[in-house]
């Protein structure tokens, strides 16, 4: 079948379009857990309607469909778990127009998240989204996955900066929703009903986006305490007083044992918590926002760093980027779920991601964005362990029920994708499961979109 299948692919997407089945595409981010898929071809097009095209001939005969981009998502979306061909968008990297003085452009998929990011400073604007692992993630994966990261705290996630987009749905037909305008109340939102639908919906090909002028300075405090309980407030106290921080994340104890060393400051001995804020603006409007945030942050602190803009400031980024890279080979491997509570039961969540690890016999640690409550909780794991990886499966189901519990969700930012397959449920009632499966059928009746996920 997969030669056939090749020649086909290779006859409407071109023949250097055909690539090896190799082990990368059948696995994302998750594979320090052991998830991976199988596939019977892998296709690159360079053209929307190279996608089309695709998708329209696997429509007809039944074969699914797994849409692409730079595989370092953490739910397993990306992975073909029912075979049939992986559709990759990697080769879509245009600019199809920039127009800097309108703070807007049309981008294809393929992109970067760190090319982006790099056309807009250029050119003096912001684009906020920053997910981890810049140089890989790709523009239709942030927004298939409806992507955050740490300053989505006071610019919001990836849906808030898309106005339009290209996508190809089933059986193969290019729809356009939206454009180069920022109000539109037409009909219903289709556009944000795609943006985080994980490609179950459709493909995403192009994309407008909206920019922001660049603040002009951004000014990070660090402030470590001595538990869970104190750091948690003081994120409180923060969010209390009036500031608006555009980043305020945490790590947790056991991170910080992990991961602590590689910080760029010296941490206070007996911390046992940190919190990174971050203040921009212009520049002596951030400074007051720094002091300010750095008032807030001092209430039972062990110490609290208010630092310099430039290299001291990008290298305590670098370390907070790291972090998830470093926890997994301190293992081995990890299953790191997102999941999200209020703000006012995050110190809780800490606490019982703890009790969780125990339970099962895992060693468990949390870091992730403070401000938003949404935790980043891990399981450290042995990927050559099948016993070990079983545990770790349990306690995740553990650590959703907790976050429903708590009055949060079982995904902040990553998405269900196949890791958290058939876990909404113990978020929403009957009848808004029937209304996500209708929404499901009407997009895709046949099931053949990046089937198993989702759901």
Same mark, same amino acid.
């Given at each position: 079948?997969?030669?056939? &299948?090749?020649?086909?692919?290779?006859?409407?997407?071109?023949?250097?379009?055909?690539?090896?089945?190799?082990?990368?595409?059948?696995?994302?981010?998750? %594979?320090?857990?052991?998830?991976?898929?199988?596939?019977?071809?892998?296709?690159?097009?360079?053209?929307?309607?190279?996608?089309?095209?695709? &998708?329209?001939?696997?429509?007809?005969?039944?074969?699914?469909?797994?849409?692409?981009?730079? /595989?370092? /998502?953490?739910?397993?979306?990306?992975?073909?778990?029912?075979?049939?061909?992986?559709?990759?968008?990697?080769?879509?990297?245009?600019?199809?127009?920039?127009?800097?003085?309108?703070?807007?452009?049309?981008?294809?998929?393929?992109?970067?998240?760190?090319?982006?990011?790099?056309?807009?400073?250029?050119?003096?604007?912001?684009?906020?989204?920053?997910?981890?692992?810049?140089?890989?993630?790709? #523009?239709?994966?942030?927004?298939?996955?409806?992507?955050?990261?740490?300053?989505?705290?006071?610019?919001?996630?990836?849906?808030?900066?898309?106005?339009?987009?290209?996508?190809?749905?089933?059986?193969?037909?290019?729809?356009?929703?939206?454009?180069?305008?920022?109000?539109?109340?037409?009909?219903?939102?289709?556009?944000?009903?795609?943006?985080?639908?994980?490609?179950?919906?459709?493909?995403?090909?192009?994309?407008?986006?909206?920019?922001?002028?660049?603040?002009?300075?951004?000014?990070?405090?660090?402030?470590?305490?001595?538990?869970?309980?104190?750091?948690?407030?003081?994120?409180?106290?923060?969010?209390?007083?009036?500031?608006?921080?555009?980043?305020?994340?945490?790590?947790?104890?056991?991170?910080?044992?992990?991961?602590?060393?590689?910080?760029?400051?010296?941490?206070?001995?007996?911390?046992?918590?940190?919190?990174?804020?971050?203040?921009?603006?212009?520049? %002596?409007?951030?400074?007051?926002?720094?002091?300010?945030?750095?008032?807030?942050?001092?209430?039972?602190?062990?110490?609290?760093?208010? #630092?310099?803009?430039?290299?001291?400031?990008?290298?305590?980024?670098?370390?907070?980027?790291?972090?998830? #890279?470093?926890?997994?080979?301190?293992? !081995?491997?990890?299953?790191?779920?997102?999941?999200?509570?209020?703000?006012?039961?995050?110190? %809780?969540?800490?606490?019982?991601?703890?009790?969780?690890?125990?339970? +099962? !016999?895992?060693?468990?640690?949390?870091?992730? +964005?403070?401000?938003?409550?949404?935790?980043?909780?891990?399981?450290?794991?042995?990927?050559?362990?099948?016993?070990?990886?079983?545990?770790?499966?349990?306690?995740?189901?553990?650590?959703?029920?907790?976050?429903?519990?708590?009055?949060?969700?079982?995904?902040?930012?990553?998405?269900?994708?196949?890791?958290?397959?058939?876990?909404?449920?113990?978020?929403?009632?009957?009848?808004?499961?029937?209304? +996500?499966?209708?929404?499901?059928?009407?997009?895709?009746?046949?099931?053949?979109?990046?089937?198993?996920?989702?759901?």
């Amino acid at each position: 079948m997969t030669g056939a &299948l090749g020649r086909e692919l290779a006859r409407l997407a071109g023949d250097d379009a055909v690539v090896p089945v190799e082990t990368r595409w059948l696995q994302d981010a998750t %594979e320090t857990r052991g998830v991976r898929g199988r596939a019977d071809a892998v296709v690159l097009p360079e053209t929307t309607d190279a996608v089309a095209a695709v &998708l329209e001939w696997c429509y007809e005969r039944g074969v699914p469909v797994t849409p692409r981009g730079g /595989g370092t /998502g953490y739910a397993g979306g990306a992975v073909p778990t029912e075979g049939g061909v992986v559709l990759g968008l990697e080769r879509l990297r245009g600019v199809r127009l920039f127009e800097p003085l309108l703070w807007r452009a049309e981008l294809e998929a393929g992109l970067t998240t760190a090319t982006v990011r790099r056309l807009a400073r250029e050119n003096g604007l912001l684009f906020p989204p920053d997910p981890g692992a810049a140089e890989q993630s790709q #523009l239709g994966g942030n927004v298939a996955t409806n992507a955050g990261g740490p300053h989505a705290l006071k610019y919001g996630v990836t849906r808030e900066w898309v106005t339009g987009l290209e996508v190809v749905v089933p059986p193969g037909d290019v729809v356009r929703i939206g454009g180069p305008f920022r109000k539109d109340v037409a009909g219903y939102d289709l556009g944000s009903l795609l943006v985080g639908s994980e490609g179950t919906l459709g493909i995403v090909t192009a994309g407008w986006l909206r920019f922001v002028p660049a603040p002009a300075a951004a000014v990070p405090v660090v402030a470590a305490y001595p538990d869970t309980a104190r750091g948690c407030a003081a994120v409180e106290y923060v969010l209390g007083s009036g500031c608006v921080p555009a980043a305020l994340e945490f790590v947790d104890a056991a991170a910080l044992r992990l991961v602590g060393a590689g910080l760029p400051l010296r941490l206070p001995e007996g911390a046992g918590f940190l919190v990174l804020a971050e203040a921009d603006g212009e520049a %002596e409007e951030a400074s007051r926002e720094a002091d300010a945030i750095a008032e807030a942050l001092a209430e039972g602190a062990l110490a609290v760093e208010r #630092l310099a803009a430039g290299a001291e400031s990008e290298s305590v980024w670098r370390w907070r980027s790291g972090i998830s #890279l470093a926890v997994a080979t301190a293992r !081995g491997g990890k299953a790191s779920e997102d999941v999200v509570v209020p703000v006012d039961r995050l110190a %809780e969540a800490i606490e019982r991601v703890f009790a969780i690890g125990r339970r +099962h !016999g895992l060693e468990a640690c949390s870091w992730g +964005h403070a401000g938003d409550g949404n935790l980043h909780a891990t399981f450290l794991v042995d990927r050559a362990d099948p016993d070990a990886l079983a545990r770790a499966a349990d306690a995740a189901d553990d650590l959703f029920a907790l976050a429903v519990e708590l009055g949060g969700s079982i995904s902040g930012e990553h998405g269900i994708g196949s890791v958290k397959a058939g876990q909404l449920g113990a978020q929403w009632p009957d009848r808004a499961l029937e209304l +996500h499966a209708g929404v499901k059928r009407v997009f895709d009746p046949k099931g053949l979109l990046n089937p198993g996920k989702k759901r």
